[in-house]
């Protein structure tokens, strides 16, 4: 079953607000809380697929962020799935992304300051197998961060399923 309106509305909301009580939501829609109620359990139909606290990283200090590129030193299917096994161990690594382009991976790391980010460097990332090269860029400031592109909710939303 394909959403329509009424759902996108909801998960829109709920992609901004996912503790917004039924009451409220219903209020903002214009419905019931009857109405609302087995439209807001979405996730049944796998439009959501969890729901996550999003924390104020800088009060325990993580203060830096790094984009991290990695090649490896081979492509292999056996190169990549050591290389993938390792990284998921790695405690400071937030996001990791397999690449298409000259770099094979792309990965997140959060760390205090720079001497954090050289102690992560040297204790994590340089341990990682199959690696050949490694670039390392930090972020200056944040300027967009969502969990979803609000086109998906737009009146034209490109992704929106007709």
Same mark, same amino acid.
């Given at each position: 079953? =394909?959403? =329509?309106?009424?759902?996108?509305?909801?998960? $829109?909301?709920? !992609?901004?607000? $996912?503790?917004?009580?039924?009451?409220? /939501?219903?209020?903002?829609?214009? /419905?019931? !809380?009857?109405?609302?109620?087995?439209?807001?359990? $979405?996730?049944?139909?796998?439009?959501?697929?969890?729901?996550? $606290?999003?924390?104020?990283?800088? %009060?325990?200090? /993580?203060?830096?962020?790094?984009?991290?590129?990695?090649?490896?030193?081979?492509? !292999? =299917?056996?190169?990549?799935?050591? &290389?993938?096994?390792?990284?998921?161990?790695? *405690?400071?690594?937030?996001?990791?992304?397999?690449?298409?382009?000259?770099?094979?991976?792309?990965?997140?790391?959060?760390?205090?300051?720079?001497? =954090?980010?050289?102690?992560?460097?040297?204790?994590? /990332? !340089?341990?990682?197998?199959?690696?050949?090269?490694?670039?390392?860029?930090?972020?200056? %400031?944040?300027?967009?961060?969502?969990?979803? *592109? *609000?086109?998906? &909710?737009?009146?034209?939303?490109?992704?929106?399923?007709?």
């Amino acid at each position: 079953m =394909d959403a =329509d309106k009424i759902d996108m509305t909801i998960l $829109a909301e709920l !992609s901004t607000n $996912a503790r917004i009580s039924q009451t409220e /939501l219903s209020n903002r829609m214009g /419905l019931s !809380s009857t109405a609302i109620a087995p439209r807001q359990r $979405a996730r049944g139909r796998g439009y959501i697929t969890g729901y996550q $606290a999003i924390l104020a990283l800088n %009060r325990f200090g /993580l203060n830096t962020t790094v984009l991290v590129r990695v090649t490896l030193d081979s492509q !292999s =299917d056996e190169a990549l799935k050591l &290389f993938e096994t390792g990284i998921v161990k790695c *405690p400071s690594v937030i996001r990791c992304f397999l690449m298409s382009g000259s770099d094979d991976y792309l990965f997140v790391v959060l760390a205090r300051d720079i001497e =954090d980010f050289e102690k992560i460097h040297r204790t994590e /990332l !340089s341990c990682l197998p199959r690696v050949s090269r490694i670039q390392s860029n930090f972020a200056l %400031r944040e300027i967009v961060n969502r969990a979803v *592109p *609000p086109a998906i &909710f737009g009146r034209q939303g490109r992704y929106m399923r007709r």
